[in-house]
């Protein structure tokens, strides 16, 4: 009998001299390298990132849990012009689900308007540290965008992205499935954004699909982190970089919590010519986030593939 052996996620310790641009160290170049590789080859990696303190990710996950006790009606008014990023309710298609979206979370008079909807009294423990962990978390995004950028030779570019850059950060709930139900807690889907940051706690549960087909289950730990591409990275990169498929299978008999930012931009998404040559030629057209959303909600179907070669494929 012959045994496929299945890839772990690559794991990449962003810690000591790996993170210190400043100094050009060769831990710094390699470390870059490494998280391009990763990108490049899985469209993610799990980040060893001890940034984020042990009270903070206790304190977190103690204040997020009491929000998904809320009435429904309570929850509903966590809303949003934009699709998919306010409050959604367990339905037909993922019912073990149950997440609300902050957006703009790493500004403070965002996550206070965000508190006050759920809790007109006030609840400063919530708002406070939920804010800081989105700040932790953009911090991490941020260093991955740079690392990335300085890798392909375009970091020219950074600080125009960094400034256009907005956060949304999706805090969910998946249950355990009843004896009648499967254990699919969310669909599979690529991501839309730029970067997503994930982190969870001791509940299992994400799987990332290869290229060749294989799921990977994630297995976490305190100070680790998902680092994921999506399809605004992939057209930036020409296509270098990956945004993988992956899904939710519910494990075990705890419900599992995640926090989840998504970067994006506010300008229009377009390649560096440092990315384009003979070798690679031109592989998108100029676009915008919302309007690859717009293309995207219109047909639901999309969630399961990668959208932006549809959308804006030259």
């Known amino acids: 009998m012959v045994f496929k052996i299945v890839p772990k996620l690559p794991t990449i310790h962003l810690t000591g001299e790996n993170v210190k641009p400043a100094s050009g160290s060769s831990s710094w170049i390699s470390t870059c390298k490494n998280i391009r590789q990763a990108l490049e080859d899985f469209g993610c990696f799990v980040a060893i990132y001890d940034k984020v303190p042990l009270d903070l990710h206790n304190q977190v996950f103690g204040v997020i849990q009491p929000m998904f006790e809320l009435p429904t009606e309570v929850k509903a008014r966590n809303t949003s012009n934009i699709p998919y990023h306010g409050y959604y309710k367990p339905g037909p298609v993922m019912p073990l689900l149950?997440?609300?979206?902050?957006?703009?979370?790493?500004?403070?008079?965002?996550?206070q308007s965000f508190t006050d909807l759920l809790w007109p009294n006030g609840n400063q423990k919530f708002c406070e540290t939920?804010?800081?962990?989105a700040k932790q978390a953009s911090e991490l995004e941020n260093m991955v965008t740079r690392m990335v950028f300085e890798s392909y030779g375009a970091e020219k570019y950074l600080d125009s992205h960094l400034n256009s850059a907005t956060y949304l950060l999706r805090i969910a709930k998946y249950r355990?499935?009843?004896?009648?139900e499967g254990p699919l807690g969310g669909v599979a889907h690529t991501d839309k954004n730029f970067i997503t940051v994930l982190h969870q706690n001791d509940?299992?549960?994400l799987e990332v699909q290869t290229k060749d087909g294989h799921w990977i289950s994630?297995?976490?730990s305190r100070n680790s982190f998902v680092v994921?591409?999506?399809e605004l990275?992939?057209?930036w990169s020409n296509s270098r970089i990956h945004a993988p498929l992956h899904r939710v299978i519910m494990k075990g008999n705890k419900p599992r919590y995640s926090l989840a930012l998504f970067s994006r931009s506010k300008d229009t998404i377009e390649t560096p010519k440092e990315l384009v040559d003979d070798e690679h030629p031109l592989l998108f057209k100029p676009f915008d986030y919302m309007g690859l959303l717009k293309f995207y909600t219109e047909d639901v179907s999309r969630m399961a593939f990668c959208t932006i070669k549809d959308y804006c494929g030259v």
């Open 218 to 220: 994630y297995e976490a």
């Open 130 to 133: 939920v804010h800081e962990y």
């Open 233 to 235: 990275f992939l057209a």
């Open 228 to 230: 994921m591409a999506g």
């Open 203 to 205: 509940v299992d549960g």
């Open 176 to 180: 355990v499935p009843e004896k009648n």
């Open 98 to 111: 149950d997440s609300f979206g902050i957006e703009d979370a790493t500004i403070l008079d965002k996550t």
